[in-house]
């Protein structure tokens, strides 16, 4: 059976229209679409994501089941053999709010809002935490799986250099080139976040932000997991003396035309612990699970992108190794959990 042939095409002005319905809408994206009329342009086409700008160059997302849900994504019911990239829409096309729909292009794809779900990542596990000393035994089992897969590219050749008091300045380890430049800001970040010097923290964003290739740089995904551990653990442990909510606002005052706009878009919603449905899994179960469920929220994430997902993981080893020793230090007015 050929695509135009598929009970999800029907007849539309000119030619064949593909009929979807949207099975969930983040929090994000469902706020930017209440207008009618035309709301934006195609930005990028991907096989099972559809990314769209909206005025104000905002973002939202059309993804297919197997992406996965996230703050600013419309999550539809494309079928699996249904590739969005070869359906007659192209970067550029307008995208039009018609009453309880969203359509692309010149009918080329219809989607129904009318039946959707508002989804929104969980972040208040304080009911089922782990004690603090199995969390930090998790962090270092994601680490392990991350070191023992084959996703090591990007700033993932900064895993290793990983301790539970920050990260060790290796002079002799052969490194990429983004790894090599981006090492001492990120030691410098660490430092900054540790004194919550305003100035310190947008001046070393300044040299990552947009670190790296692709549309979602590896440094950007890196400050991702960053920001997103810590502000899961500073929500959910009352110990810590870092003002998490006020870095996060210092990291992304300066982002605005450094990165791409979709990296762009996902620094800004992470700030506020808005991230995709891999990212909040792993994050609940290091702090929640042991190690069957970690695992495999470990495995998936590293799933993502090219070197994203690891990226991501190096930020959230990061920013959990940062939370969790200043919590332990408030805890136990020692001086961390092991010193380096």
């Known amino acids: 059976m050929t695509d135009s042939e598929s009970p999800y095409y029907r007849s539309g002005y000119n030619a064949k229209s593909l009929y979807?319905?949207?099975q969930s809408i983040g929090l994000s994206a469902a706020d930017r679409i209440h207008i009618q009329g035309k709301i934006g342009l195609i930005h990028s086409i991907f096989q099972r994501v559809i990314n769209i700008t909206l005025l104000g160059n905002r973002l939202i997302s059309l993804v297919g089941q197997d992406v996965g849900q996230g703050p600013l994504n419309i999550l539809v019911n494309i079928p699996n053999h249904i590739n969005f990239s070869t359906i007659g829409i192209k970067k550029g096309d307008i995208?039009?709010?018609?009453?309880?729909s969203i359509v692309l292009g010149e009918n080329a794809i219809v989607i129904s809002t009318q039946w959707t779900e508002l989804w929104e990542p969980k972040r208040n596990f304080r009911t089922i935490l782990q004690p603090l000393k199995t969390i930090i035994a998790n962090v270092e089992i994601m680490k392990n799986i991350t070191l023992t897969s084959n996703y090591l590219g990007g700033l993932g050749e900064l895993i290793p250099l990983t301790h539970i008091n920050g990260?060790?300045?290796s002079k002799t380890e052969k490194l990429g080139s983004v790894s090599h430049l981006a090492l001492p800001h990120i030691l410098s970040m660490l430092k900054a976040i540790k004194s919550g010097h305003s100035p310190d923290i947008t001046r070393i964003t300044k040299h990552l932000v947009g670190l790296g290739p692709g549309l979602t740089p590896a440094a950007d995904d890196m400050l991702i997991g960053l920001m997103i551990s810590m502000l899961y653990i500073s929500e959910n442990f009352k110990e810590t003396s870092i003002d998490v909510k006020k870095i996060n606002k210092d990291i992304i005052s300066i982002i605005s035309g450094r990165t791409t706009i979709i990296s762009e878009e996902?620094?800004?919603e992470a700030s506020v612990g808005n991230v995709n449905e891999a990212v909040t899994?792993?994050?609940e179960?290091?702090?929640t699970s042991k190690q069957s469920e970690l695992e495999n929220s470990v495995r998936k994430i590293l799933d993502l992108g090219c070197t994203s997902g690891t990226d991501t993981v190096f930020g959230v080893i990061l920013g959990s190794h940062l939370m969790l020793n200043d919590i332990y230090c408030n805890s136990n007015k020692n001086e961390g959990i092991f010193r380096s």
């Open 285 to 287: 179960n290091l702090l």
């Open 20 to 22: 979807l319905n949207a």
């Open 95 to 100: 995208v039009t709010r018609i009453s309880e």
């Open 167 to 169: 990260l060790k300045d």
């Open 281 to 283: 899994s792993l994050m």
């Open 266 to 268: 996902f620094l800004r």
